[in-house]
């Protein structure tokens, strides 16, 4: 468990508010696009957004951040102006005005989690292994907004949405005011290696390059897995259901996952979680009309997102050390949700029109695989690492 000067709940607390908003946003945010009469090549570009930000925002902070900047003050930083900018959203209803504001509220959003992560795993310290502890805390806001919204909207117009995600955003940025932090310091820094040096490594540019294409893949599905079932004439509610099962198997995945890494390396494990992406993807494809089908390609979201970021942010965490944790966590925010998101959203509204459904999911099915083959030759002759 966390030390005893860093209370369990207090960190975990901003975990659950931060993904609470996400919880909002990937169900329910194409839905509320679609309301407004956007096509989908238009839903897909705006929810390419939210990714788009990440490949700038993390590592401008993480930068900073890694050169002296409170990593505390960042956080708290990111999470007002995430408050003030969201405001514009109650005006915004063209497509480029609510692009503007869109870019600006995720822009400072998603330059708050890599610097909290950082902070997690340095009050965790020789507790590493229970940094999954922590974190299903995020999974366990994320279930409780995608839930109660999926009820909520089933009774509301969905025009109420942007109330409750601003709600949501001032828990974030109120649970940021609780938290403690002494940034640390060290005398050794000088002799660290460079981020560069490390960076150029074949092994670590396939991490993160794989780590780029398991996001691509998941474009469909968090573009219009809502907007796909809500066609097949599945509620709201059951909607919500679905994303809240695949998050609560994610839950028992992080609260387990100290156990997983006794047995497993991480290569391992992100491996297996590659391969479980290609059959979640041809299932929800081909047969999202079957409820068995829908079912278990939602329990393998404990793969496709659970053991596999868990195991992707250990991995960064023992490669960069300590003095490159900023950039490093930041790095592989923007490459995976960042840009991989990015691609992902933008090639999903294309497709989705050209292709259909099931075409669209076969496809991230293939670049699944694509990355699952890259990873067994890059992680071929490297040694097995675990924190």
Excluded at 22 to 31: A, R, S, T
Excluded at 102 to 120: G, H, K, R
Excluded at 244 to 259: D, N, P, Q, R, T
Aim: with cysteine; charged share 10%.
């Amino acid at each position: 468990m966390p030390n005893a000067d860093y209370p369990y709940w207090r960190l975990s607390a901003f975990y659950a508010w931060y993904f609470a908003l996400l919880g909002g946003l990937v169900p329910y945010w194409g839905l509320y696009l679609k309301s407004l009469n956007f096509n989908a090549e238009q839903i897909g570009l705006l929810m390419s957004t939210f990714m788009g930000t990440k490949i700038i925002a993390p590592n401008v902070w993480g930068y900073l951040a890694d050169k002296g900047l409170p990593r505390l003050r960042i956080v708290q930083l990111g999470a007002i102006l995430t408050v003030i900018s969201f405001v514009g959203i109650f005006w915004a209803t063209s497509f480029f005005a609510l692009m503007g504001v869109m870019i600006a509220f995720s822009f400072f959003w998603n330059a708050i989690l890599p610097q909290y992560e950082v902070i997690t795993f340095r009050k965790l310290a020789d507790n590493i292994y229970f940094y999954g502890r922590v974190r299903l805390w995020g999974s366990v806001g994320f279930i409780a907004t995608v839930i109660g919204l999926g009820l909520i909207l089933d009774f509301l117009p969905i025009s109420f949405l942007p109330w409750i995600l601003f709600g949501i955003i001032l828990g974030i940025w109120v649970s940021s005011l609780t938290i403690q932090y002494t940034e640390f310091s060290s005398s050794s820094k000088g002799n660290a290696a460079s981020f560069w040096s490390i960076l150029k490594q074949p092994d670590i540019l396939g991490f993160f390059f794989i780590c780029f294409l398991m996001q691509v893949s998941h474009g469909p599905y968090y573009t219009f897995f809502s907007i796909y079932l809500e066609a097949l004439n599945y509620t709201k509610t059951e909607i919500g259901l679905f994303w809240a099962l695949g998050v609560f198997i994610e839950v028992a995945i992080f609260w387990s996952m100290h156990l997983l890494l006794r047995y497993f390396s991480l290569q391992q494990i992100l491996i297996v979680s590659l391969g479980f992406a290609v059959i979640r993807w041809i299932l929800i494809g081909e047969y999202a009309e079957s409820l068995i089908a829908i079912i278990i390609a939602q329990s393998l979201h404990a793969a496709t997102f659970g053991s596999f970021h868990a195991a992707a942010i250990h991995f960064v965490q023992k490669t960069f050390h300590q003095h490159h944790e900023g950039k490093g966590q930041a790095l592989y925010s923007s490459t995976s949700f960042g840009a991989g998101g990015a691609i992902g959203a933008l090639y999903s509204g294309f497709a989705w029109d050209a292709l259909g459904p099931t075409w669209s999911f076969f496809s991230a099915a293939m670049i699944g695989l694509l990355a699952m083959v890259l990873a067994m030759a890059v992680f071929k002759k490297t040694k097995n690492q675990n924190p």
